[in-house]
């Protein structure tokens, strides 16, 4: 059983268009945490969301944290190639482990 | 600074046998992660060290599993008996504190034929 659903799981988009990936629990985190990973690599942190509500913005990536600390979602305006790969969640339970998505695999077309 | 390595990159070993794949955190981490990731999924936890000891070792999917952080740096994870179905990525992350932002190595591919 996952403990958070991530939709959709794949997206292939043209470049320039916008895009939302959504992070999804029936449970609480304490943070969650949004990754990219590319192929042969391990997941590289993009962004930590702590507090309910939070929004963050990082260029052309926002991450909002839901109000409940359950959900959390990910828009990319005018998506570009170079942000293909596969994003992933992680929320933090009880302060010290995290549990992934199932990750959304992102291909953007030029 | 160097970042998280992992060794060895690629291992393929026979059903049935031992194998040990290694992981060398950030100096300074106190806290290591393992993963396990299989084709098209997310990360999932196996089990985390907060220095030395064993903090969770609860994502550990059975006793064939095991690992070791004897200094409170390199960590070791040990599996016996290997089964096809432990073919996977598997991911060592390290962070200054337990919950904090994880750095991932690139990960040990386990191939069992």
């Known amino acids: 059983t996952q403990l958070l659903e991530q939709s959709p799981q794949f997206l292939s988009i043209q470049e320039g268009e916008n895009l939302t990936v959504y992070c999804n629990s029936s449970?609480?985190?304490?943070?969650l945490q949004w990754y990219r990973q590319e192929p042969g690599e391990g997941p590289v942190l993009l962004v930590t969301?702590?507090?309910?509500?939070e929004v963050k913005k990082l260029k052309r990536l926002t991450f909002q944290f839901g109000d409940a600390r359950k959900d959390s979602s990910l828009h990319i305006t005018a998506a570009q190639p170079g942000d293909t790969g596969l994003y992933l969640c992680?929320?933090?339970?009880?302060?010290?482990?995290?549990?992934f998505g199932s990750g959304t695999k992102l291909n953007v077309k030029p | 600074g160097a970042g998280v390595s992992q060794t060895p990159s690629n291992k393929v070993t026979e059903k049935g046998k031992y194998v040990e794949l290694r992981c060398d955190p950030i100096?300074?981490?106190?806290?290591l992660y393992w993963y396990r990731q299989s084709l098209g999924q997310g990360p999932e936890f196996l089990i985390y060290?907060?220095?030395?000891?064993?903090?969770?070792d609860s994502g550990l999917p059975n006793d064939r599993f095991f690992a070791v952080r004897p200094e409170g740096s390199v960590s070791t994870l040990k599996i016996q008996r290997t089964e096809r179905g432990d073919s996977a990525v598997y991911l060592c992350?390290?962070?200054?504190?337990?919950?904090?932002?994880?750095?991932f190595g690139p990960g040990t591919r386990l191939t069992v034929t």
């Open positions: 969301v702590v507090t309910g509500g």
């Open positions: 100096s300074g981490h106190t806290a």
């Open positions: 992680a929320g933090l339970y009880n302060f010290n482990k995290f549990y």
């Open positions: 992350a390290s962070s200054w504190l337990t919950g904090g932002e994880q750095y």
């Open positions: 060290f907060q220095g030395t000891g064993a903090a969770d």
């Open positions: 449970s609480v985190f304490s943070s």
